[in-house]
């Protein structure tokens, strides 16, 4: 799990549910699994040697079928109280620059966290696929990668003209009281439950999930133990599961479409993977 960047909010959540859930089973060992990419993680899965992992939502989409793992929950944030809302991309602008929809991204230079990212990357250019119908090779977008989450890096590049567009996760904005107005503008803002600016359709956010690894009374205690997780303004921190995926299955009608060779998920993911529940 990569931990060092500026989303604190992520980061900080990551890092409280494993110290929740490292003290829920002690004395037993809980082992964080980091930096382990998607391919691996999936044959673990798949092979029994993982019991727990937090994703987005779409890997989870992707592994729940024929895998056996099933949401315990999925993160919860002031500003997304529907579980199955609450998470999007937010495209960012310049004043001025005559982008004005999606289809005007297509040729253009556009700054990202990373290649493999689902929000980050999949869900606005599922946006752009929805307007023009264009793949995402088809769509002659000139990429660069900070390879970091968070947005500090991206505004960057905006600021100083090295891209035309970036895409954030929705709610960074606000999270981290970053102005936008005279400067920078959200490309075609969209309005659902979510409650800060975004660009694409809400779906289900990061997820916590077990496999068919862990037994019945190992995944009630993680269950229970995040559930009590509490932010320091009492706000829950992990909410209900998701429900509704149909709107990842939207982004994602056909992988190969979507995920082709540097979107394989060949590289580090914000994944955890937790071993040793059962000890």
């Known amino acids: 799990t990569d931990m060092s960047s500026d989303d604190a909010s992520r980061g900080e959540a ?27 993680l999936k044959s673990l899965i798949e092979k029994g040697h993982i019991d727990a992992f937090i994703s987005s939502s779409g890997f989870y989409w992707q592994m729940l079928h024929g895998s056996g793992v099933r949401a315990i929950a999925t993160r919860a944030t002031p500003y997304a109280v529907n579980p199955n809302a609450s ?60 390879h970091k989450t968070g947005g500090t890096a991206l505004l960057w590049l905006l600021d100083v003209g090295r891209v035309d567009a970036v895409f954030l996760r929705a709610c960074w904005l606000e ?39 862990v037994s019945p009374d190992k995944a009630a205690i993680i269950a229970r133990t995040v559930f009590t997780m509490k932010e320091e303004h009492e706000a829950p921190i992990w909410g209900g599961g998701a429900t509704d995926f149909r709107d990842v299955d939207n982004v994602l009608p056909n992988p190969s ?23």
């Open 87 to 146: 998470a999007a991309a937010v495209v960012l602008v310049p004043e001025g620059s005559g982008i004005e929809e999606f289809s005007d991204l297509k040729g253009k230079r556009i700054g990202a966290s990373r290649p493999n990212a689902f929000t980050t990357r999949a869900l606005p250019l599922a946006a752009l696929a929805a307007e023009t119908g264009l793949l995402p090779d088809e769509s002659g977008i000139q990429w660069t990668y900070v």
């Open 175 to 213: 999270e981290n009281n970053v102005q936008i107005e005279g400067k920078w503008r959200v490309l075609e803002p969209f309005e659902d439950s979510l409650a800060c600016r975004h660009s694409t359709k809400s779906v289900p956010g990061m997820t916590l999930a077990v496999t068919d690894a």
């Open 257 to 279: 479409a979507f995920f082709w060779e540097e979107v394989s998920f060949g590289e580090k993911l914000n994944i955890l993977g937790l071993q040793s529940l059962k000890s």
């Open 14 to 40: 990551l890092e409280r549910t494993l110290q929740a859930l490292s003290e829920a089973f002690y004395p037993g060992k809980i082992e964080l699994l980091d930096g382990i990419d998607i391919d691996a």
